[in-house]
């Protein structure tokens, strides 16, 4: 369980940090390509963060399910941080619906990501000995 909630907070955070970088970088582009290119960037690198992290847990416990949870767990984070940085620097009001699918999208993506990523640390558990 200290595992899992280690790579999840910790994932999180960073997929946070990226989040907020990307969204201060975008807020004072005019050119749309460009923006689309922040964004498929963050999203990139939010996938690649949920992927290791369940990945590196998945390898560690011999198991899908920890590496899922932190995952989902980095995905939660990071869209409940989300939502705050929408709250505190809104480029326009927020509703009630975007965030939550602010916070279901980010859950998604990181489930996703963190099926591969836990599916391949499964992969590479060791055998068990044989007898």
Partial sequence: MRLILLWGLAIGCAIACVDVLAGEASRSLSDADLRAA??????????????????????????LRP??????????????????YQVVR????PAAEDLVA??????????VAGSLGAWAGNLRRPAPPTR
Avoid: K
Avoid at 67 to 84: D, P, Y
Avoid at 102 to 111: D, E, H, K, S
């Fill in 38 to 63: 922040i964004e498929l960037v963050d999203l990139i690198v939010n996938l690649g963060l949920c992927g290791w992290a369940s990945f590196r847990v998945a390898t560690a416990l011999g198991e």
């Fill in 90 to 93: 809104p480029l326009e009001a």
């Fill in 102 to 111: 602010l916070v279901a999208w980010n859950i998604v993506l990181a489930a």
């Fill in 67 to 84: 590496g899922l949870e932190a995952a989902v767990l980095a995905g939660a984070v990071a869209g409940l941080v989300g939502i705050v």
